[in-house]
């Protein structure tokens, strides 16, 4: 694992720069921040940051969890060189950096799974045998949404046509796409967050035994198949 490069791709995800009193247009960052509902996620964020500066963070539970709630943690790590250094070279995560675009390969993985640990989600749904959605999915806000689409196409993991959802009350649209799940794990990828990635185990699963094994009457395909995800899925 590039830790440099994880970071980044969770800095380009859901992490923040975080600022020391009131910011204004010339102050640079003094800190990195990560705030997520997934412990593991934030854990993994800290670790990796800790690594490249060698000390050491704490992770703050700042919300309590209900039945309609998760709780939310909270990372900030006071690394006020490589906060500076992130906000600099992605131009305040409006760019990829070049040491990411034209990096190694292994750079490059690293990078993609804090990405994915942000913004890549699943979806896993049976109506019906005829009617399923099983697929796993990139989807942001930002302009180099497509530079990623071509990334993963590099690295050897097919990915879908590249769509835009537009809003009409002027949010930014949406860029998304699906990537192919066999691919996606077999390039090295997965999810630090165990929520997600006990998801992508269980598709994988699903998606393989119905490809090769499950090809019996609608009867055993419920029973096997349909039942059991519906139930992992909620």
């Known amino acids: 694992m590039d830790s440099k490069a994880y970071v980044y791709g969770v800095i380009l995800g859901d992490g923040f720069f975080g600022y020391r009193g009131k910011k204004d247009d010339s102050q640079l960052p003094d800190y990195l921040m990560l705030k997520a509902c997934d412990f593991d996620f934030v854990e993994k964020f800290r670790c990796e940051v800790e690594r490249l500066t060698s000390k050491k963070y704490s992770i703050y539970k700042v919300s309590k969890g209900n039945k309609k709630r998760n709780a939310l943690y909270l990372c900030k790590c006071y690394a006020q060189e490589i906060a500076k250094e992130a906000f600099e070279i992605t131009r305040g995560k409006e760019v990829i ?138």
């Open 97 to 234: 950096p070049d040491f990411i675009v034209n990096g190694s390969r292994e750079t490059q993985i690293s990078f993609l799974q804090g990405l994915m640990d942000s913004e890549g989600y699943i979806t896993c749904s049976f109506n019906s045998i005829k009617q399923s959605h099983i697929g796993l999915h990139f989807a942001c806000t930002s302009s180099w949404t497509k530079s990623i689409w071509h990334m993963f196409q590099d690295l050897g993991v097919g990915v879908s046509k590249l769509y835009t959802r537009r809003f009409k009350d002027g949010r930014r649209p949406v860029l998304y796409f699906k990537i192919n799940i066999e691919q996606y794990i077999k390039c090295g990828l997965g999810f630090n967050i165990q929520r997600k990635q006990r998801r992508l185990d269980f598709i994988s699963k699903i998606l393989r035994d119905y490809t090769h094994t499950y090809k019996k009457s609608y009867h055993d395909c419920v029973q096997d198949i349909v039942r059991p995800l519906a139930k992992a899925c909620g």
